[in-house]
């Protein structure tokens, strides 16, 4: 954890942030910035969570989630990276097969209406992918509950296993 440090703002530099002022009574948290394990084990399953949600403004999201429930907050805000650009749609074909196994239905993954894939007219784009959406059906928003929640809780998991291995290995090596 100790290379993450030098990206992760010190509390100094929160509190001297301007355009935070109204923030700090939640922002200066120990808990939000602290490496501690209670924290990052919930910090690994905010982000997993709401890594895997399509929701605008992912990071924002975790953010609160993160403040609410006291999680390490820059661990939850960098795991939201985990659907990006390049992985958005593999990510979402795979929520969609998930949710068809479970849901037995061996419908197979709706294409996308043809339309002109012009640069300039982003709206026209806009309109046809809010249309085609809501063909993915139960499928999808079955798989998206599933791999959501089991994600967040396998990383929490993990979280939690490597903590109690390196606190093991850190009291065995320094005992001797």
């Known amino acids: ?7 992760i703002p010190t509390k100094k530099e929160v509190k001297r942030e301007e355009n935070l002022k109204g923030l700090h009574q939640f922002l200066l948290s ?8 209670h924290a990052v084990e919930k910090g690994v399953a905010i982000g997993f969570f709401v ?8 990071m924002v999201f975790a953010g609160l989630l993160a403040l609410f429930l006291r999680a ?5 805000i960098a795991l939201t990276w985990l659907n990006n650009p390049f992985t958005f ?7 969609y097969r998930v949710g068809s196994l479970l849901s037995e239905s061996n419908s197979s993954l709706p294409l996308p209406p043809e339309w002109d894939w ?5 709206q026209t784009f806009w309109e046809h992918f809010v249309a085609w959406v809501p063909s993915f059906g139960k499928a999808y928003f079955l798989g998206l509950i599933i791999v959501a929640t089991f994600s967040a809780i396998l990383g929490y998991l993990v ?3 490597t903590f109690i291995l390196f606190e093991l290995y850190f009291n065995k090596r320094f005992k001797k």
């Open 1 to 7: 954890m100790l290379f993450l440090k030098k990206w």
């Open 30 to 37: 120990p808990d939000l910035w602290h490496f501690h394990r």
């Open 51 to 58: 890594a895997f949600l399509p929701v605008p403004l992912q």
């Open 72 to 76: 390490n907050l820059p661990i939850a």
């Open 89 to 95: 749609i593999p990510i979402n074909i795979f929520i």
């Open 118 to 122: 012009r640069q300039d007219d982003l």
């Open 159 to 161: 979280a939690r296993i």
